[in-house]
């Protein structure tokens, strides 16, 4: 896989992952939102409810169209307030049922963009060692029998001829292929 490639699906792979991100902290914002609503909802059930009993009062001790009316309106505004209040509690269950689908489905993206990006590190790895003469890998082997043949491991062969860089020569080398590749 070419480099370009590579970091194609890693870029759509972490555009996944900022996606869902934001559908999160969506959702939360309207989690919260709604969860702060109920108790002005409840407060509202019980100022209907309050205003149904003194409908009833009034009705039963008058018993004419005035109280009549005035009771249909207690009641409606009862029925009402507990309607929004119950359709609040299923939207506030709703919304966090969905909430922890996403933040499942984050981990999940979050999880396949790592190896979207190691990818992109191979195929850069890839390209820079398609890069080098065949002749220098002939006389790395060359070395390495020569080694073997004094007693010395494949591995002490190699970390003799390619010291390990230091951190600071590390983060250099790195900055320098991410300029190079425009890597992040």
């Known amino acids: ?25 969506t959702l939360q914002a309207k989690a919260d939102q709604l969860q702060d609503s109920l108790p002005n909802l409840s407060r509202a059930v019980e100022a209907a409810e309050k205003a149904k009993q003194v409908a009833l009062d009034n009705f039963a001790l ?13 009641r409606a505004g009862y029925e009402s307030a507990v309607r ?17 689908k996403m933040e499942t489905e984050f981990v999940r993206l979050n999880n396949a963009r ?3 990006k190691r990818q992109v590190w191979k195929s850069v790895f890839d390209e820079i060692q398609a ?13 390495i ?34 300029a190079k590749y425009n890597l992040d």
């Open 1 to 25: 896989m070419s480099v370009t490639e590579a970091k194609q699906k890693f870029e759509e792979a972490k555009k996944a992952v900022s996606d869902c991100q934001s559908s999160i902290q």
């Open 62 to 74: 008058y018993s004419n169209k005035e109280s009549e009316s005035e009771l249909k309106r207690a």
């Open 84 to 100: 929004q209040r119950a359709e609040a509690n299923e939207l506030v269950e709703a919304t966090n049922r969905t909430l922890k």
């Open 114 to 116: 790592e190896p979207a």
């Open 131 to 143: 890069s080098i003469p065949h002749e220098v890998f002939d006389k790395v082997r060359m070395l």
């Open 145 to 178: 029998v020569c080694g073997s043949q004094m007693g010395m491991t494949q591995q002490f062969v190699l970390d003799s001829l390619f010291k390990n860089p230091c951190p600071k020569d590390f983060q250099a080398v790195r900055n320098e292929l991410c």
